[in-house]
């Protein structure tokens, strides 16, 4: 029903910045509350960064507080991730999601209704 797509990832260099970009089909963007997740190799999807409908409050995982920062352009049916000050350790396949109902839980993957096919950052040292 909803497709995303994520782009903006890369290979950087420890320190640096990467801005991750996920665009979604259809209207009904502006009803979803929206996420960013990312999984390592050999490890569990984890928690990101979410944002509410409105883009009014951010929530972020402890590890990213103070560098990275989501935001959405509802018009553009778009939500970012600006991730600046970038770590060996943020190396990822990230996804953005999109939560159709809303939920508190917004850390859990399975509260979300639609996920992207993710989109690869590698942090250098």
């Known amino acids: 029903q909803v497709q995303l797509v994520e782009s903006g990832g890369g290979l950087v260099q420890a320190g640096g910045s990467l801005r991750l970009s996920c665009v979604a089909s259809g209207r009904t963007f502006t009803s979803y509350a929206m996420g960013w997740f990312r999984q390592a190799p050999g490890k569990d999807r984890e928690f990101v960064a979410a944002?509410?409908?409105?883009?009014?409050?951010?929530f972020y995982e402890d590890s990213v507080k103070g560098r990275f920062t989501i935001s959405r352009d509802n018009a553009k049916n778009t939500v970012y991730l600006q991730m600046n000050k970038l770590k060996p350790e943020d190396t990822a396949v990230y996804y953005c999601?999109?939560?159709?109902?809303?939920?508190?839980?917004?850390?859990?993957?399975?509260?979300?209704?639609?996920w992207g096919q993710g989109t690869q950052v590698t942090v250098s040292s």
């Open positions: 944002i509410s409908v409105g883009g009014g409050s951010t």
């Open positions: 999601a999109a939560d159709r109902y809303g939920s508190s839980r917004y850390t859990l993957v399975n509260e979300y209704d639609y």
